[in-house]
């Protein structure tokens, strides 16, 4: 999808200009409390016992411009404000920081789910939003609801369990957690990789990208099958 101009208001560019800059200027506190929330994570034997691998990242600024442009277009055509500045970007903009966790198979998300909440709480980083489970799949939708956490249709075709969590610190900050298998991460870094932050203008690849989708769900199903036929003991 093709950034959106704002042509012709140097103050709303300039607006943007300046949220960026803020965020460059306060990394400081984002790598703080992401370094942090890495050191509880992967601190905790219980969860990281159900955990295949870990990544996190920053945000570039060149997307988090992308992304505060859509916000600005989105608030305009709706006519209704745009509230996001220089006082509460780090903590509305929940992705600026970014921190992946990845497992082999989809029950894996109940311990997981529970020894997060715990590390959370032992460390005192509070929820920002409560945990939601992004998926286009309808059985996903079930198995999530059946496990506490709330479904939500997702216009992406993937599936991943989001958690915002908010730091202990006085300058307020939160970090997006995302957990995911590992099936699904690849179909996620295709997609990022061709999609985003703006959707791929060559159309086969568009079509192929929902194909691999498809693939990616096929695969998560069939190691989730997997790992039952183990636990029963092949019966």
């Not at 800059?21 to 703080?32: R, S």
């Not at 529970?114 to 005192?124: D, G, M, P, Q």
């Not at 610190?169 to 957690?177: A, G, W």
Request: contains cysteine.
């Amino acid at each position: 999808m093709p950034t959106p101009k704002i042509a012709g208001n140097r103050i709303e560019r300039k607006l943007i200009k300046d949220l960026v800059a803020h965020y460059v200027k306060n990394k400081g506190f984002i790598e703080v409390m992401l370094k942090q929330l890495g050191e509880a994570i992967l601190g905790s034997p219980k969860l990281m016992e159900h955990v295949h691998s870990t990544k996190w990242r920053l945000k570039d600024p060149s997307h988090l411009e992308d992304k505060l442009l859509r916000k600005l277009a989105e608030a305009k055509g709706s006519r209704k404000p745009f509230t996001i500045s220089e006082k509460n970007l780090l903590y509305r903009i929940n992705d600026l920081a970014g921190f992946r966790i990845l497992h082999l198979h989809t029950q894996q998300i109940v311990p997981i789910d529970r020894e997060l909440r715990a590390v959370f709480k032992e460390y005192r980083f509070s929820i920002f939003e409560k945990p939601k489970a992004r998926t286009w799949d309808d059985e996903s939708r079930e198995f999530f609801q059946k496990a506490g956490i709330q479904p939500v249709k997702s216009p992406r075709m993937y599936t991943s369990v989001h958690y915002v969590v908010a730091s202990n610190s006085s300058t307020k900050v939160t970090c997006e957690i995302q957990v995911r298998t590992l099936a699904e991460e690849l179909w996620g870094e295709v997609d990022h990789t061709m999609n985003y932050p703006r959707e791929s203008s060559v159309l086969s690849c568009r079509e192929q990208i929902k194909v691999l989708a498809r693939v990616t769900s096929s695969c998560s199903r069939l190691v989730d099958s997997i790992f039952r036929t183990s636990q029963s003991g092949g019966s």
